[in-house]
């Protein structure tokens, strides 16, 4: 019913910039909380960046004051700005929402990921 879609991720290098989209579609009346996820191999997957229906946000220390979560409601939205990026930071970013549904009610959708690659 519902579908999230990342785009943005890439190569880039170490102190360079992206911009990740989650463009969510479907069956819904409302797209509630929204976040940021990331995994590395190895690793687990940890929580880099939330924001909520009305715009309040957190980060994970080891993003903040580098990166900015955003979301445009009106477009279904959610934006995740990358600035200073580390080799640390490679990982699959997911895009994970929790949303009202015309059918099963509210719900936790995750998309696919987008690879975003960090190199020296």
């Known amino acids: 019913q519902v579908t999230l879609v990342e785009s943005g991720g890439g190569l880039v290098q170490a102190g360079g910039s992206l911009r990740l989209s989650c463009k969510a579609s479907?069956?819904?009346?409302?797209?509630?909380?929204m976040g940021w996820y990331r995994q590395a191999p190895g690793k687990q997957r940890e929580l880099v960046a939330g924001?909520?229906?009305?715009?309040?946000?957190n980060y994970a220390d080891s993003v903040k004051d580098r990166f900015t979560i955003s979301r445009d409601n009106a477009q279904n939205t959610m934006y995740l700005q990358m600035n200073s990026l580390r080799l640390e930071d490679t990982a699959v970013y997911y895009c994970k929402a929790s949303v009202d549904t015309v059918v099963v009610g509210t719900k936790d959708y995750w998309g696919r990921g987008t690879q975003v690659t960090v190199s020296s």
């Open positions: 924001i909520t229906s009305g715009g309040s946000t």
């Open positions: 479907g069956s819904f009346y409302e797209i509630n909380n």
